[in-house]
């Protein structure tokens, strides 16, 4: 053990549930970097709730695959972060602990589910976070709070103590103030783990380059079109302005099957979720239920009582989609839907190196400016695609829209996370 790193956060945001205020730390190419980590990461002796009331003072006996290479490294893991209840948000306002607010502007969201990380770098409190993305949750917040996000190819990153919400979507991945943190970070936690069934074994080492000369850029028109702020699509088409000054060229390319991705990611997820979230019955986690009760009675009443209103009701829309005689009209469609959206993808990457765009459609919205599900749903259109798809995807900071952070998304081929690394690297450093 190298020593003990004393952390102490001013959070006016509500960037995190918990705190350890002693983090000890040992040698590495991390050594004594404050890392802070999403909590429906597991952290071996540190409360781990995924943002919900009905895993308040659960503390895993073991590491995810991740935090134990972190800690190979050196880091020291300060704390775990505030996120929508089980990663189900946009905005960082379903956690069960309280919102996150914004840094940028302390009345507006951070974005969502990885809303405490992305505000916790954002706001200077560690230098580095661990996010995790199902359907934008670290580059939707890295886009809202103005850091660098990025969701690796599927497979990439081992899910082994991830806390599942819908495991065929889901990645682990970096949230930084720069591309070469999370280049870097990328490579400390990129590591084969045959506890994950899904996991490659592609380690990602790599020393990000400036060098875009040639790359080609398709411009999907899905991204710049109906739904997107004018203004966004403006700042973001300024910012691949600059890349084609760097030796870049840009091509107008379209991705059709987009019309039913968020359709087909919301029956998915939810689907998965329904299935996953039944282990949370009061008896093996959180607070205890009363054992006179019948079976029946005690999972109604804890889950009722503990699970927040977003979660019963993602809970209450997957179990109906699996349900027999709705199976094939629901989940069967949207899992075509999502080969289709798979299928769009890899056919505009064998024509072009990267997919550019807007990461989110808007800046970030006022606390409590949602009100209903489905226009919180239709924020996340940019961002899904990706994660039905497999492929990584970062978000870089590239201006500003009423003062108010925009992202640049950068989509590239599965397992080619080193080419989108160095494409924001590139317009990073010429913005710079
Ligand atoms: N906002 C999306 C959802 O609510 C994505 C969340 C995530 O990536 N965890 O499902």
Not at 132 to 152: E, H
Not at 396 to 418: H, N
Request: net charge negative; aromatic share 8%.
């Amino acid at each position: 053990m190298a020593g003990t790193l004393h952390f102490e956060p001013d959070d006016r945001c509500n960037a995190f549930i918990t705190v350890c205020e002693e983090a000890p730390y040992g040698d590495g190419r991390l050594a004594g970097v404050a890392v802070a980590v999403k909590d429906n990461i597991s952290t071996r002796g540190i409360q781990t709730t995924c943002g919900s009331r009905i895993l308040q003072g659960y503390v895993p006996p073991f590491d995810a695959h991740v935090v134990t290479l972190l800690r190979a490294e050196g880091a020291a893991i300060v704390g775990k972060t505030n996120m929508d209840e089980f990663g189900m948000g946009t905005t960082t306002e379903t956690s069960g602990f309280g919102p996150t607010l914004n840094p940028a502007d302390r009345e507006r969201v951070p974005g969502g589910s990885s809303g405490g990380s992305a505000a916790a770098v954002a706001a200077g409190l560690v230098p580095m976070a661990l996010g995790t993305d199902t359907g934008g949750s670290i580059r939707c917040p890295a886009a809202f709070c103005g850091i660098v996000g990025l969701k690796p190819t599927y497979g990439r990153v081992s899910r082994y103590g991830l806390v599942a919400y819908a495991n065929s979507l889901e990645q682990i991945g970096p949230m930084t103030r720069s591309v070469e943190d999370a280049s870097l970070l990328l490579e400390v936690i990129s590591r084969y783990d045959p506890r994950d069934s899904t996991s490659f074994d592609r380690p990602y080492t790599h020393q990000p380059s400036t060098d875009v000369r040639g790359l080609k850029i398709g411009l999907p028109q899905e991204y710049f079109g109906e739904g997107v702020d004018p203004r966004v699509a403006e700042v973001v088409k300024d910012a691949i302005g600059r890349l084609e000054d760097l030796g870049a060229e840009t091509v107008p390319c379209s991705i059709p099957s987009m019309a039913y991705a968020l359709a087909a990611y919301y029956v998915i997820c939810t689907s998965e979720a329904s299935s996953n979230l039944a282990r949370f019955d009061g008896v093996r986690y959180g607070p205890p239920v009363d054992a006179r009760k019948n079976w029946h009675e005690a999972f109604r009443e804890i889950r009722g009582a503990n699970f927040g209103p977003e979660v019963r009701r993602r809970i209450m829309l997957g179990t109906f989609a699996l349900s027999a005689g709705y199976y094939g009209r629901y989940y069967a469609k949207a899992q075509v839907a999502r080969r289709n959206v798979e299928k769009d993808i890899e056919r505009v990457l064998a024509s072009v190196d990267i997919i550019a765009g807007p990461t989110m459609p808007t800046v970030a919205f006022r606390l409590g400016e949602k009100t209903d599900p489905l226009s919180m749903y239709l924020s996340d259109i940019l961002t899904v695609p990706a994660n039905l798809a497999g492929v990584p995807a970062i978000s870089v900071p590239c201006g500003t829209v009423d003062g108010l952070p925009v992202g640049l998304q950068l989509i590239g081929r599965r397992f080619a996370d080193e080419q989108v690394i160095d494409a924001a690297y590139a317009y990073e450093e010429a913005a710079a």
